[in-house]
């Protein structure tokens, strides 16, 4: 297995995606002018945030990043999720994790595996009255008992091995994680099969924030992730005109209809994203100036948590497991 390859199948599925796309277009004279815009100071040094993380716990802190991860979606469901004060979906959930493992320590595998809907329901501070938010809370349930249960039967119960099976190679443990059914990020776009692995390359990234780059944090081909393919990046990419989408698929998101999962414009603006970035670091690279796809999303991404990219019009919501 050489490294980096999964991932370049996911650069070329996006781009072959983006040949026969029919609901968005990436605006491509306006790449180097946009790319050339961009504050590149920013791409450097991610931090995952201390208050709403479990960190510096050595691998209790690595127990914390997999389970988190492996619930790190419901974008299509946040706008019904009940946040805490001054929190976005995501942090709500990191925070209540977080909370859960200052208070009762790391959920062990056999606990995950025994996960029930309520339990997720009380770990995360929801209602059972509110009907979408429960069904995501299954969801949540379902992930966190394939979790416990995949530790249990392939790595003796233990996140370290889990992680120690990869040898340091992002590729590898996006392949490990990929066993298991909701981390099987891979979508039928016609007869292309398009794989994006948002959330298992994220894993691998938030690892090696959350560990410092070394020992089990350390993987050694990070710089050849994609980037973790959601609904803000392509936001933001849109708003600022890199995108150009298709006035009725543009119309439908601006009232913020559901957009369904595994339907082609879902799939097209997931591989739009991955194929802008892609060029956008191209065209970086060629004024001489290192860049990666993840420095590039993490700056995108910060970039669409400025209040301008969320009044100036809503992203696409889709109720998936994928982001």
Same mark, same amino acid.
């Given at each position: 297995m050489n490294p980096g390859c999964l991932f370049d199948e996911i650069r070329s599925a996006s781009r072959r995606v983006m040949r026969e796309a029919r609901y968005l277009a990436i605006v491509t004279d306006r790449v180097r002018d946009y790319a050339l815009s961009l504050p590149l100071e920013q791409a450097g040094s991610p931090q995952l945030d201390k208050s709403s993380h479990f960190l510096n716990q050595g691998e209790a802190t690595l127990a914390y990043i997999i389970t988190l991860d492996a619930i790190n979606f419901g974008s299509g469901y946040f706008p019904r999720l009940e946040k805490r004060p001054g929190m976005?979906?995501?942090?709500? /959930?990191?925070?209540?994790?977080?909370?859960?493992?200052?208070?009762?320590?790391?959920? !062990?595998?056999?606990?995950?595996? =025994?996960?029930?809907?309520?339990?997720? /329901?009380?770990?995360?501070?929801?209602?059972? !009255?509110?009907?979408?938010? /429960?069904?995501?809370? !299954?969801?949540?349930?379902?992930?966190?008992?394939?979790? =416990?249960?995949?530790?249990?039967?392939?790595? =003796? =119960?233990?996140?370290?091995?889990?992680?120690?099976?990869?040898?340091h190679s992002a590729e590898r443990l996006v392949r490990l994680l990929a066993r298991m059914p909701l981390f099987n990020d891979v979508q039928q776009y016609g007869e292309l099969t398009v794989p994006f692995f948002k959330r298992a390359q994220l894993t691998a990234a938030d690892l090696s924030l959350a560990m410092g780059g070394e020992g089990l944090g350390r993987f050694d081909d990070l710089d050849r992730m994609t980037i973790f393919a959601d609904n803000l990046v392509p936001h933001v990419l849109r708003i600022d005109g890199l995108l150009r989408y298709d006035d009725l698929l543009a119309e439908r998101i601006d009232r913020e209809e559901l957009i369904p999962r595994d339907s082609p414009e879902e799939i097209e603006i997931?591989?739009?994203?991955?194929e802008a970035v892609e060029c956008l670091a191209e065209a970086i690279r060629e004024t001489g100036r290192p860049i990666t796809s993840g420095g590039l999303d993490y700056l995108l991404w910060n970039r669409g948590q400025q209040p301008y990219y969320k009044q100036i019009k809503p992203r696409h919501r889709t109720r998936t497991t994928n982001y």
């Open positions: 976005s979906g995501y942090f709500t /959930v990191a925070a209540s994790l977080n909370d859960h493992f200052r208070a009762s320590g790391p959920l !062990s595998p056999e606990a995950l595996a =025994g996960l029930t809907t309520r339990d997720c /329901v009380e770990i995360f501070g929801q209602s059972e !009255s509110n009907q979408p938010i /429960v069904e995501l809370m !299954s969801l949540f349930a379902r992930s966190l008992n394939d979790l =416990g249960q995949y530790l249990l039967a392939e790595f =003796g =119960g233990r996140f370290a091995a889990l992680v120690a099976a990869a040898d997931r591989a739009a994203a991955v």
